[in-house]
C-alpha cells in the first residue's frame, strides 16, 4: 500500500488564517463601535431623567395632576388660551392655565 500524501497545502492554511484574521479584526471594530454607542445612549438617557426630574418629580408625575393636565391641554371648555399652546403639550398647558388664572386674578 502506498504511503498517505498531505491532503492540504500552505496556501489553503494562510487563505483559511487571513480570512480568520479579517473576519476577527472586524467583529472587534463592530463590537468597540456597539459598545460606544450603547455607552452614549445611556448618557442621553441619564441626563433626560436628570432634566425631566427637574421639571417634574416622582411624586408629581404619579399623581392626578397629569391626567387633569391631559385633560386640559385635550378640551380647554373655557377658549381661554391660544390653541397652539393646547396642541404643544402638558408642559404648555400647564404654563397655559397659569397665564389663564394671572389673567383672571389680573381682572379682579
Known sequence: MPPISPQGSRTGLVTALVIFVILFVTT???WI???AERRNR???IADFER???EVLDDAT???GEIE???TASREN???EFPSHWRAAGLLAAAVALVYV???FVGRR
Do not use: Q
Request: glycine share 12%; proline share 4%.
Open 51 to 53: 432634566s425631566r426630574r
Open 77 to 79: 371648555p373655557a377658549g
Open 33 to 35: 463601535y456597539e459598545g
Open 68 to 70: 387633569a393636565l391631559k
Open 101 to 103: 388664572i394671572v389673567v
Open 42 to 44: 445611556d448618557d442621553r
Open 28 to 30: 472587534t471594530i463592530l
Open 61 to 63: 408625575a404619579t399623581g
